[in-house]
């Protein structure tokens, strides 16, 4: 058997004989007996890398098992430099488990990790920035972050699976101290990974976008069209955009979130072509929302539902930077119903919510004129439908419905109040609403007066 078999083996047979102590005092014996062993080995100067693979493996188990670990770590930054793809992983995952900022051998471990940085070796420049994003530090960004992980993001030596990791090592590096960390002279090829074939690469950009459009929403604010772009490629008809990546019969869902985040960061563009391709990709959307559904399973429906609960978050958000076209705001409550809680209350209660929902901008009326029967089981039924609660005895005139539910989205809480007044001779309604936003006042009465 080989070296690397048999060094295997001796950790596959340790971890056995922890699982078959029969009780506590047991486990603790076998592990000292262990530990004993292991300092014995690390005195001499025999061992090669897989025996010193060996037993940094040994010492994080016991670790993992909730024991204290206060030798090993010397050895297994050592492992750092070795050549040897298993045993640099091995080091790097003990450092990244048991060592923390300040340990006094950090210099040495940002000493290695800097060495595999500039390394050629793909894999190398992965374990080492992996490492980096699980135990990211100040220390870090300043001797790092500056130039060496943006280069190796914007090189184009470094293949797709080089640069997901590079967006997500920038990324916690930018959580740690964003002022350290500049990419003005980096921003554009940052922003060119959205038009990539590879689905981790343009999600891991993603994710690194919607950060700097907090940290450096000036410099990243021309990502706007190429987001837009990509977004609308997805969720087209002809779904033209990473065709190959569907989940449960949605086009990458969690990359469309992802992209509608980062739009709600800016306003509206003003390019008439680039807000035409937004309000046709939110169109699709809404419009993919109401078709029957492709599969029973709940991982389609909690797919298809978190576009659209996102793609509903950016409306409201374009509507209230003044952007969102009058279509949008007029399916927007279909959706919306969707999401919709029914509410109790009693009369004073409602009245009192009714008078702070004066503001004219806040209401909306409007009487119609109805070709259907005019019971009250049937508007009670159309009511209760959309998402709304009948109230019993809140109006003085038992004819009138009054109704009530709040809307929920991510990021909004939208209180609606409905009062519905029946005219038989007329057979006319006067449909009056009052939320606390004004687009869903009015269009929700253009779709409830379309119910009756």
Request: net charge positive; with cysteine.
């Amino acid at each position: 058997m080989s070296k690397f078999g048999d060094a295997m083996r001796g950790l596959t047979v340790f971890i056995s004989d922890i699982r078959n102590c029969k009780s506590k005092e047991a486990e603790r014996k076998r592990i000292n007996k262990e530990l004993a062993n292991i300092r014995s080995k690390f005195k001499s100067d025999k061992n090669d890398g897989y025996q010193k693979k060996k037993y940094v493996c040994k010492l994080l188990f016991i670790f993992l098992l909730g024991n204290d670990i206060n030798f090993g770590y010397q050895e297994a930054v050592n492992l750092l430099s070795s050549i040897k793809y298993s045993e640099k992983q091995i080091g790097y995952l003990f450092v990244t488990v048991l060592m923390s900022e300040g340990h006094e051998l950090m210099p040495l471990v940002i000493q290695a990790i800097r060495h595999d940085l500039e390394s050629r070796n793909p894999i190398f420049n992965v374990l080492s920035m992996q490492c980096i994003a699980n135990i990211a530090s100040r220390e870090m960004a300043e001797q790092l972050g500056k130039d060496i992980i943006p280069n190796i993001l914007t090189s184009p030596d470094s293949n797709a699976a080089v640069k997901q990791t590079a967006c997500l090592c920038l990324l916690k590096l930018i959580r740690v101290d964003s002022k350290i960390i500049t990419l003005d002279s980096h921003a554009t090829r940052i922003v060119k990974f959205l038009s990539d074939r590879h689905l981790g690469l343009v999600t891991a950009a993603c994710s690194l976008l919607e950060e700097l459009a907090h940290t450096h929403r000036k410099t990243f604010q021309a990502c706007v069209p190429d987001v837009i772009q990509k977004l609308a490629g997805i969720v087209s008809k002809n779904h033209t955009d990473l065709q190959d990546y569907s989940y449960y019969f949605v086009p990458a869902p969690w990359l469309c979130v992802k992209l509608m985040k980062i739009l709600e960061c800016y306003p509206i563009p003003e390019d008439p072509i680039v807000k035409a391709r937004l309000v046709e990709a939110m169109e699709t959307i809404l419009n993919k929302a109401s078709e029957p559904s492709k599969s029973k399973k709940v991982q389609h429906s909690n797919a298809k539902n978190a576009v659209l609960f996102e793609a509903i978050n950016l409306i409201v958000h374009m509507d209230s930077t003044g952007g969102s076209p009058q279509q949008f705001l007029v399916k927007v409550p279909i959706m919306l119903h969707k999401f919709s809680e029914k509410v109790t209350m009693d009369s004073p209660t409602f009245f009192s919510r009714w008078k702070q929902l004066a503001n004219p901008a806040q209401e909306s009326q409007k009487i119609f004129t109805t070709t259907q029967p005019m019971d009250k089981e049937t508007a009670s039924t159309k009511l209760t439908g959309f998402g709304f609660s009948v109230l019993e005895g809140i109006d003085p005139n038992p004819d009138n419905f009054v109704s009530a539910c709040i809307v929920k989205t991510k990021k909004v809480l939208v209180g609606c109040l409905l009062r519905l007044e029946p005219n038989h001779q007329t057979k006319q309604y006067r449909l009056t609403l009052r939320t606390s936003h004004e687009s869903v006042s009015k269009n929700f009465n253009e779709l409830i007066s379309e119910l009756f």
